[in-house]
């Protein structure tokens, strides 16, 4: 046992070290949150920036309402898979709605965004296939490529130039071919190419899978899926204020995803009362006007910071390194404001990440711009 702990303390701790020596280590904070942009931290009211719940749906009344009225009727948990006993009329109710709203087919609902990327992609293509996916997709979407074993390829970033030759040297070769993008990217708050590359999907007999997580009800026209071979994912822990992931699209694919994707099948089913918020959630951002307040918000931080106006709700801003990152960050909040640093290994450079919600007041990003300026 001795000569495992030393084992333990050599091995682990020094990749701590390492971490902290390189101004890499991560830590968790208690952040009692209030509303998207309220946040009590050790007893110390703060402003946020940094949270993902652009239209503030996570504290409204309507879908809190919602929730509890579920938890009287159907209690907290799902008890089962859908595929036994959890299978919940919400469920059925939600997925009618939300292809509606997605203008497609049919949908399928899993326990979180991660779990569609890790479900979806490993059924679709393995080995013997082909993916080309954007240099800057998200994570999670790397661990269903890799989970699906089958063959990667990068293309630059919104390069539709790049994708297309390497679809015409490369799809011939194999079987099945799945490109890969997002609609928004969330560490650079930019726009996908999701129609060229739906047009290239077409030429070169693939599927194309859009990733709709920082879209869903910011961006309407994201929520448009008209091809056939085009599927779209995306989560409710974002815009929506709740829990869970979607995929949306063709009837035939997602009736096969119903019995080929894993993460889906092999999981306990979310419980009534997350499925009753998302479907009040979904009816609030269908009218449209949040998601509008949350771009205003960002453009109007971008015209006083006199940068690039984003594309997004989310706005970035590099920085130097980590040290300067982190130097921004926490002079900042000792001012009263949470903004995040985001640094290796989610991004190749340290960067500022600054996101708008509905509920900004003009007073706090002017104030946010003021204390930027100055330490900038």
Not at 117 to 130: E, N, R
Not at 295 to 301: G, I, K, Q, R, T
Not at 323 to 350: D, F
Request: net charge positive; aromatic share 8%; with cysteine.
């Amino acid at each position: 046992m001795k000569n495992f702990n030393e084992y333990i303390v050599h091995h682990y701790e020094n990749h701590l070290k390492n971490l902290r020596e390189k101004n890499l280590y991560r830590s968790l904070k208690i952040n009692d949150i209030k509303n998207s942009y309220s946040i009590q931290s050790n007893k110390k009211k703060l402003i946020s920036f940094a949270s993902n719940d652009y239209l503030d749906l996570s504290s409204n009344e309507l879908v809190k309402k919602s929730a509890i009225e579920a938890i009287k009727k159907y209690g907290v948990g799902a008890r089962s898979s859908r595929y036994i006993v959890g299978n919940n009329h919400l469920y059925h109710q939600l997925e009618k709605q939300l292809s509606k709203f997605k203008n497609c087919d049919d949908c399928l609902i899993f326990s979180s965004g991660y779990m569609v990327a890790i479900g979806v992609i490993p059924a679709l293509v393995g080995k013997g296939d082909l993916i080309i996916a954007d240099k800057l997709i998200h994570s999670c979407l790397l661990d269903g490529v890799k989970l699906s074993q089958a063959k990667l390829i990068r293309f630059k970033h919104n390069d539709i130039e790049d994708c297309q030759k390497i679809l015409k040297e490369n799809r011939q070769k194999f079987k099945n071919c799945l490109i890969i993008s997002e609609t928004i990217f969330s560490m650079d708050g930019d726009v996908g190419k999701i129609v060229e590359l739906k047009n290239l999907a077409n030429e070169f007999t693939s599927l194309l899978l859009s990733d709709d997580a920082h879209g869903l009800g910011i961006k309407l026209f994201s929520e448009e899926i008209s091809a056939p071979n085009h599927l779209q994912m995306g989560t409710f822990s974002k815009a929506l204020g709740a829990l869970g992931g979607y995929v949306c699209g063709n009837k035939i694919l997602i009736d096969y995803l119903r019995n080929f994707a894993k993460s889906q099948i092999y999981t306990t089913a979310l419980p009534p009362a997350i499925l009753a918020s998302v479907i009040t959630s979904l009816k609030i951002i269908s009218q449209g006007k949040l998601g509008k307040k949350a771009l205003d918000n960002a453009s109007y931080f971008c015209k006083l910071m006199n940068i690039n106006q984003s594309q997004s709700a989310i706005v970035i801003i590099k920085v130097d390194s980590n040290e300067k990152l982190l130097e921004i960050v926490k002079y900042v909040e000792e001012k009263g404001i949470i903004i995040s640093a985001i640094r290796k290994p989610t991004v190749s450079s340290p960067r500022i990440r600054i996101t708008f919600n509905s509920s900004h007041q003009k007073k706090d990003i002017e104030k946010l711009v003021v204390l930027l300026k100055k330490i900038l």
